[in-house]
């Protein structure tokens, strides 16, 4: 090949792509069609949900759930702190009094009904700064699309989380809360209140009490104060946590 | 130490002043420093303090600086002197950190379990520690602990744990209810409220002692963990438990009451109320409740509709009037609203044309309604004989009444007036009933001789009439067992000694009953119906009255009614809240009048309950709304009216006992009224006749002879806690109720050889029997025994003859022979 045709063909090379860049850049068309072109070589934006969902942010606030403890017992004791903060008022809780048979979380109270309107949620959060148990926490689940009013009401099946693998679902005896001794507040504020049959025990029946034992021994959990391990076992004779304060 | 006197009631030399804050105000003498603070606007912190309790200092909490004193001063047990200087925590340094300290000291025990406390949120402990306290605790032991929570009654739990020993349950357990069943044992750290070892708290008014707690160590079972102050609906109400007229506040959530407590109203029941009013509440809701209008078909009951209810009763009603005037009768029981009381009467007047009308259940005397109707005009439509002026009486006669089962609150006013200046309270009557611990002497009658006791009470110079005589405005109070011209003797003996008089009936409808003119021969504000004038002014308003019922004799109250019906003179009986075939005063002659008339012609029960008289009786039963679920009026024992706003929804297809009438009335082809405003109108046009006719002569003595044989006269008393229909469903509150027994004087148990707790069969007319325990009172004249009225099963009405009289036999039960040896 000669110089000349070399040349003849650069130079229409050159030709080329100067009538090319100036297509793509000076023409509208061009300018048009050059955005194709440019985005075929950048990575891509979109996510493809929902077949790859992507993380969200680390403190992302999503829908709400209710924990448990290790043995499977309910934190939420429904004191309705959180309906009180709700500031759109999407929470509803009933009360209710654990037995000696059913027995849901520890102390007298637990939440017989437990509901979350997320017409009105605007999961800002303020319900579980209010929780004094942790009971109710904010996961980074975000799918709560209903395609009805009344399926965007969860309710307390719905919230609360599965027990975990040591536990078993509420509701629990009496008995077997108390055999485990576990120390569900981390400090010794309060114990399982002791009840008899189902209805209250008459202060009658407890005259003992009343006359000089501050509290009976054996309805401590014997955790000394301080240890704040929550796998107190019920071994010792309570002399470290007795009721000194008397 | 009683309490302050009112403001406003001093003369200016009886004024004190002082400063405080920097502020001078001039108090009457002898208030509190913490109740002058109040005046200039300063809430001093307290927990023990209470108005209408004793000063006791307990909790420390409202410490404030007194120039010239080197220690803090308590402020709710000084009183004020002349130029003190007192600065509260606002300006002393002193006093604040002495607040702080006295809570922090009381939070040292306290397990601050607010989150599951019914308290937390209306928690004056909780308030004032964020308002007053100190951020943080130098606690870091274990706190106290007891078993938590205790029942010291049924309805009202104890929790030791949160209590601040602020002495308020128990000082109104002996200050105002007086039955010191609650009280404070142990000492120092170990201090705590506890019951007596027995005997668990059974006071009629221990749900005043949860709503004082200033702490969440009382509270109640019924409303335990129902639900918190921010989401209750709040709605002022009147109580319709019994003739009181206590204010109550009805608290709710999603359209059911939660929960009801007292409302302050000095004038009436100052701040307390008794636990029916408080707990009885959920009646409303029980299974019993009628819901739906319900027809009889072929001997069964089925729902039906208002509109084919309502025709059935017009035809009923049509086929009576063609067969003759005035065959048809409305009884209502003691539940009725003033504006359903004076429809009802309008009602049975000029649309059903009958004279046949009555408000009453028990048997009154003939004389009772004219009387009080004499008392309703004098008083002029105000309230006559007022709570205060009980309070204020040196002498108080009481009569036929025992105010603690009938009406709760009068009793803590009679306690109040005996307490606070030893009042001097006569009773009247066969016995001395739970009046026993206060009264001051004892005219003990036989049943039903009330009236000769009272009218010679004045006279002599016997020490009670040398009292009543004295200085001060007697007070005379006549209830529903004083035999016939009671109330007339009892309003000549007022007349003579300068005092007032009142008649106390037990059920809240009573009073408004009678001033609508609803018992034979009466018409509405005092008036009757023999009078042409009288019956003139209420012609004006409700048009012309049917000419037959000129002249005609009124009935025998309710045994009139029913003994016509039971002869076949009444083709249809509306009965609204009556249920007759418990609550009649003879059994007997209700269930032979209610047969005859089922048989032959049509019962309509207009009620809340499916009430015994509706299920066996009823051809048309309509459901009618309760005192939360309207608006409306009562008129309590005074004859002061107070009004009512519905609190919550009533069941769909109830309506009020009016707008029934009314549309009765409508199907009749009569337009009455077309709004609750439109009845209050015509009452407020209609009012009381100007002049009160003059008081009946007094009649003979009534029906209640001597008994024949060794048969004994009971006195039928009911028990505030019974099986009434509206304490269905409150089993906590039943649960605290007086054991049901028979009252048996000392000399009839010797003579019968009863001993004090045995079980009797008590025999009445007909052979019924009811087999209760006996308590020997001393204070019972001998042939009389008491008996409870509705609180057995069957009820003692059963016992009765069909002049409704109880007279009894008694036979031990015998014990098997090998217990007994």
């Known amino acids: 090949m000669t110089l000349q045709a070399w040349l003849t063909a650069a130079g229409g090379a050159v030709a080329l792509v100067l009538l090319g860049w100036l297509a793509l850049t000076r023409t509208v068309l061009g300018r048009g069609l050059a955005v194709p072109l440019r985005a075929m070589f950048v990575k891509p934006e979109t996510a493809s949900y929902p077949e790859a969902p992507r993380p969200t942010a680390p403190r992302f606030h999503g829908r709400h759930q209710l924990n448990r403890y290790a043995d499977g017992l309910e934190k939420c004791i429904g004191c309705e702190l959180c309906a009180w903060a709700c500031p759109a008022d999407a929470i509803f809780v009933q009360g209710g009094d654990n037995t000696e048979e059913q027995r849901f979380s520890p102390g007298e109270r637990y939440a017989e009904d437990y509901q979350i309107n997320y017409n009105r949620c605007i999961l800002c959060g303020l319900c579980i700064e209010a929780c004094p148990t942790r009971a109710l926490t904010m996961t980074q689940e975000y799918e709560i699309a209903a395609d009805s009013r009344e399926g965007l009401i969860w309710t307390k099946d719905m919230l609360l989380v599965d027990p975990p693998e040591d536990g078993y679902d509420t509701p629990h005896t009496d008995r077997e809360v108390r055999d485990r001794g576990l120390n569900y507040y981390g400090g010794l504020a309060v114990t399982p209140p002791t009840r008899k049959g189902g209805s209250f025990a008459p202060a009658t029946a407890a005259p003992l009490q009343r006359a000089g034992a501050v509290v009976p021994r054996r309805e401590l959990p014997l955790v000394p104060p301080g240890t704040g391990d929550a796998e107190g076992e019920p071994d010792g004779d309570g002399g470290s946590a007795g009721a000194g304060d008397a | ?28 003498k002898g208030t509190l420093i913490i109740r002058a603070a109040e005046m200039v606007g300063t809430i001093v912190p307290r927990f023990c303090d209470h108005p209408l309790l004793d000063p006791v200092g307990a909790c420390r909490q409202c410490v404030v600086e007194v120039e010239g004193q080197p220690k803090p001063v308590m402020s709710c047990t000084v009183p004020v002197a002349e130029d003190m200087v007192v600065r509260t925590h606002l300006t002393s340094a002193m006093a604040r950190r002495g607040q702080e300290g006295t809570l922090e000291l009381l939070l040292v025990n306290h397990p601050l379990d607010c989150p599951m406390c019914d308290k937390g949120g209306e928690c004056p402990l909780q308030d004032q520690a964020l308002a007053h306290g100190a951020n943080q605790s130098r606690f870091l032991d274990q706190k106290r602990k007891y078993e938590k929570p205790v029942a010291v009654s049924p309805q009202v739990l104890l929790d030791r744990e949160r209590c601040v020993l602020c002495a308020r349950c128990t000082r109104f357990s002996e200050q105002i209810s007086g039955d010191p069943f609650i009280e404070l044992f142990e000492r120092g750290a170990l201090e705590q409220v506890a019951i007596y070892e027995d005997e668990p708290y059974h006071s009629y008014f221990s749900g005043n002692t949860i709503q004082i707690c200033p702490v969440g160590a009382l509270t109640s079972t019924s409303y335990r963990f129902k639900a918190r102050s921010f989401d209750v609906v709040t709605t002022p109400s009147v109580c319709d438990g019994c003739s009181a007229g206590c204010g109550q506040t009805v608290q709710s959530r999603r359209g059911e009451v939660q929960r009801q407590l007292a409302r302050t109203n000095m004038d009436v029941n100052e701040a307390w109320n008794c636990d029916k009013g408080r707990f009885s509440f959920p009646h409303l809701t029980h299974a019993q409740r009628l819901t739906t209008p319900m027809e009889r078909v072929d001997g069964e009951l089925v ?44 009602l049975a ?65 009679l306690r109040k007036a005996w307490r ?92 408004g009953g009678l001033a609508a003119g609803l018992a034979p021969g009466l018409l509405p504000g005092g008036r009757l119906l023999a009078d042409a004038a009288d019956r003139a002014e209420v012609e004006a ?52 009048a209610l047969a005859r008339v089922a048989g032959a012609g049509t019962v309509v029960v207009q009620d809340l309950a499916l009430t015994e008289t509706a299920a066996r009786y009823a051809d048309v039963v309509l459901p009618v709304t309760a005192t939360q679920e309207r608006d409306g009026a009562r008129t309590d024992w005074e004859g002061r009216a107070q009004r009512f706003r519905r609190a919550v929804d009533a069941p769909e297809l109830a309506q009020d006992d009016w707008e029934a009438f009314v549309q009765l009335a409508a199907v009749l082809g009569h337009r009455l009224y077309g709004s609750l405003d439109a009845i209050r109108a015509e009452q407020e046009q209609l009012g009381v006749r100007a002049a009160a006719h003059p008081l009946p002569e007094a009649a003979s003595a009534g029906s209640t002879g001597a008994p024949s044989g060794d048969a004994l006269l009971a006195v039928v008393r009911p028990l505030l806690l019974d ?78 003859d069909e002049d409704g009289v109880v007279a009894v036999t008694l036979a031990p039960v015998a014990v098997p022979a090998e217990v007994g040896a």
């Open chain 2, 1 to 28: 130490m009683s309490a302050p006197a009112a403001p406003g009631a001093a003369s200016a030399e009886d004024l004190v002043t002082l400063t405080i804050d920097g502020e001078q105000v001039s108090v009457p």
């Open chain 2, 303 to 346: 729902p039906t509709t208002w509109s084919r209810a309502l025709a059935r009763v017009a035809d009923a009603v049509r086929a009576s009037q063609d067969v003759g005037p005035g065959r048809t009768a409305l009884v209502s029981g003691g539940r009725l609203a003033d504006e359903d009381a004076h429809v009802a009467a309008r």
């Open chain 2, 349 to 413: 007047r000029t649309v059903l044309g009958t004279d046949l009308v009555e408000h009453r259940t028990r048997f009154a005397p003939a004389d009772e309604a004219p009387a009080r109707a004499v008392l309703l005009a004098r008083a002029g439509g105000a309230p006559g004989l007022t709570y205060a002026d009980v309070e204020h009486a040196p002498v108080i006669v009481v009569a036929g009444l025992d105010p603690e089962e009938e009406v709760p609150v009068l009793h803590l006013r």
């Open chain 2, 420 to 511: 606070q200046h030893r009042a001097r309270i006569v009773v009247v009557g066969p016995h001395l009933g739970t009046l026993d611990g206060i009264a001051w002497r004892r005219v003990a009658t036989a049943p039903g001789a009330e009236p000769a006791a009272l009218a010679a009470l004045a006279y002599g110079d016997g020490e009670i009439a040398a009292a009543l005589r004295g200085d001060g405005a007697p007070a005379v109070l006549v209830g529903e067992r004083a035999g016939a011209g009671s109330l007339a003797a009892g309003t000549r003996l007022a007349e003579a000694v300068g005092g007032g008089v009142a008649f106390v009936p037990r059920r809240a409808g009573d009073a």
């Open chain 2, 541 to 592: 308003a409700w048009g012309p009255l049917p000419a037959h019922l000129d002249g005609a004799a009124p009935v025998d109250g309710l045994r009139g009614i029913l003994a016509a019906a039971a002869d076949g003179a009444v083709d249809v009986l509306l009965l609204a809240g009556a249920d007759l075939a418990r609550d009649a005063q003879s059994a007997a002659l209700a269930e032979r």
């Open chain 2, 723 to 800: 099986g009434g229909t509206m304490l269905a469903g409150a089993d906590d509150l039943r649960a605290t109720a007086r054991a049901a027994t028979v009252g048996v004087s000392r000399a009839d148990a010797a003579r019968l050889g009863i001993v004090d707790g045995a079980d009797v069969t008590v025999t009445g007319a007909g052979g019924a029997t009811v087999t209760l325990p006996t308590a020997v009172l001393p204070d019972l004249v001998p042939g009389a025994v008491v008996l409870p009225r509705t609180s057995t099963e069957p009820p003692v009405t059963r016992l009765a």
